[in-house]
């Protein structure tokens, strides 16, 4: 398969060495394309404020880069690629300060389409963050949330976990590329997420390792993705206060599972409820965020038409009055309404007339914030 042009360009310049987020939108803005750029002479690159080093970088690596190869990879490997540029990049990756200009991923991407809620927490999961899991995340998956962590050891593979034995969709953000799947370990339940009609992503291409500091890069688009965060064990130093600070800093909700004062594994969760996180008690504490509400044991997701999957689709990211879903969709007010209705008793959305949002945490000196330093 032929790459587009310009995907062709973008995955080549992604590759480029120094190459991150806001450098990548700075080239994208100096050029008219990245094939010009691609193409731009040294003096060209230095005049858009690249040092000297940084652009005998550059040029080494257009020379040494085959783009048809490069594509190839891609290829061979199964993967598929998204742009920031892309209509369905996800808008709320989007509204970050640096979101990532590629994602490569496997599976479903229309998991995204749905509103997603980061699960997080430490390594070291006890039997007390276990019971956690399994008291919210099924209650939350089955609402029609999708769950997105990190793949990795202890509390993110249990979420991933507790999500696909509900029956939900799970998105899986990796710290390195796809065909580098770590943990070694959690292999198996990556490719278990694909079968399942989940979903893994990263910005990092194929052949890149888990490097330490990829992995607050990951922690970023966790955060992103979703509307909330939930973080449900964290000592006092660890990798989930920090895609909860992040999420703070998009202006998202946090929301933390309160516990025992003696534990090691709560320290980092009883403090940002100090700070201000919403305590997780129930999954209606979560689903109140998102304008849904929690499906009883009994109550199996209903198979969704695609008018209904447009209307869920609008209010991912915000709540909208039903006369803005009408216009949007370019249908009478009558027919929206009585589909609202519909997946109001279904319990995927909550008040199918008016939607009410629900104020964040302020982003106010001495908050969440000040709990983990910057990154």
Same mark, same amino acid.
């Given at each position: 398969?032929?790459?587009?042009?310009?995907?062709?360009?973008?995955?080549?310049?992604?590759?480029?060495?120094?190459?991150?987020?806001?450098?990548?939108?700075? =080239?994208?803005?100096?050029?008219?394309s990245?094939?010009?750029?691609?193409?731009?002479?040294?003096?060209?690159?230095?005049?858009?404020?690249?040092?000297?080093?940084?652009?005998?970088?550059?040029?080494?690596?257009?020379?040494?880069?085959?783009?048809?190869?490069?594509?190839?990879?891609?290829?061979? =490997?199964?993967?598929?690629?998204?742009?920031?540029?892309?209509?369905?990049?996800?808008?709320?990756?989007?509204?970050?300060?640096?979101?990532?200009?590629? =994602?490569?991923?496997?599976?479903?991407?229309?998991?995204?389409?749905?509103?997603?809620?980061?699960?997080?927490?430490?390594?070291?999961?006890?039997s007390?963050?276990?019971?956690?899991?399994?008291?919210?995340?099924?209650?939350? $998956?089955?609402?029609?949330?999708?769950?997105?962590?990190?793949?990795?050891?202890?509390? #993110?593979?249990?979420?991933?976990?507790?999500?696909?034995?509900?029956?939900?969709?799970?998105?899986?953000?990796?710290?390195?590329?796809? #065909?580098q799947?770590?943990?070694?370990?959690?292999?198996?339940?990556a490719?278990?997420?694909?079968d399942?009609?989940?979903?893994?992503?990263?910005?990092?291409?194929?052949?890149?390792?888990?490097?330490?500091?990829?992995?607050?890069?990951?922690?970023?688009?966790?955060?992103?993705?979703?509307?909330?965060?939930?973080?449900?064990?964290?000592?006092?130093?660890?990798?989930?206060?920090?895609?909860?600070?992040?999420?703070?800093?998009?202006?998202?909700?946090?929301?933390?599972?309160?516990?025992?004062?003696?534990?090691?594994?709560?320290?980092g969760?009883?403090?940002?409820?100090?700070?201000? $996180?919403?305590?997780?008690?129930?999954?209606?504490?979560?689903?109140?965020?998102?304008?849904?509400?929690?499906?009883?044991?009994a109550?199996?997701?209903?198979?969704?038409?695609?008018?209904?999957?447009?209307?869920?689709?609008?209010?991912?990211?915000?709540?909208l009055?039903? #006369?803005?879903?009408?216009?949007?969709?370019?249908?009478?007010?009558?027919?929206?309404?009585?589909?609202?209705?519909?997946?109001?008793? !279904?319990?995927?959305?909550?008040?199918? $007339?008016?939607?009410?949002?629900? !104020?964040?945490?302020?982003?106010?000196?001495?908050?969440?914030?000040?709990?983990?330093?910057?990154?």
């Amino acid at each position: 398969m032929e790459a587009p042009e310009d995907l062709a360009y973008w995955i080549a310049w992604h590759r480029s060495p120094k190459m991150g987020a806001t450098r990548f939108a700075h =080239l994208r803005r100096a050029f008219p394309s990245l094939k010009d750029a691609w193409h731009a002479k040294a003096i060209d690159l230095k005049q858009i404020g690249f040092d000297d080093n940084l652009v005998q970088e550059l040029i080494l690596h257009r020379q040494q880069t085959n783009i048809e190869k490069s594509w190839q990879q891609i290829n061979e =490997l199964n993967l598929n690629v998204v742009t920031v540029a892309d209509d369905n990049y996800p808008n709320l990756l989007k509204q970050i300060s640096d979101p990532p200009p590629l =994602l490569y991923y496997r599976g479903n991407w229309s998991c995204l389409d749905y509103p997603a809620l980061a699960a997080v927490g430490s390594r070291q999961i006890t039997s007390y963050g276990q019971q956690a899991v399994a008291k919210l995340i099924p209650a939350l $998956a089955q609402s029609g949330l999708t769950i997105v962590s990190g793949l990795a050891y202890g509390v #993110d593979a249990a979420c991933h976990q507790a999500t696909l034995q509900a029956g939900g969709k799970t998105a899986g953000v990796l710290a390195c590329g796809l #065909d580098q799947i770590y943990p070694a370990a959690n292999r198996y339940l990556a490719q278990k997420i694909i079968d399942s009609g989940g979903l893994l992503l990263t910005e990092f291409p194929p052949g890149v390792m888990p490097l330490t500091h990829h992995f607050p890069l990951r922690n970023r688009i966790i955060a992103g993705l979703c509307r909330a965060t939930l973080v449900i064990e964290a000592a006092a130093v660890s990798g989930a206060l920090i895609t909860a600070k992040l999420a703070l800093e998009y202006n998202r909700e946090v929301f933390a599972v309160p516990g025992n004062i003696n534990a090691p594994g709560s320290v980092g969760t009883n403090e940002l409820i100090k700070l201000g $996180a919403m305590p997780a008690l129930t999954a209606d504490d979560i689903l109140s965020a998102y304008n849904l509400t929690a499906a009883t044991p009994a109550q199996a997701r209903p198979t969704l038409d695609k008018l209904s999957e447009q209307i869920l689709k609008l209010i991912v990211d915000e709540p909208l009055h039903s #006369d803005d879903i009408a216009r949007a969709l370019s249908l009478p007010a009558g027919d929206i309404i009585a589909k609202l209705t519909l997946l109001e008793v !279904a319990g995927l959305i909550k008040d199918s $007339a008016i939607y009410i949002s629900r !104020a964040t945490l302020s982003n106010k000196p001495g908050g969440l914030a000040t709990l983990v330093p910057q990154c």
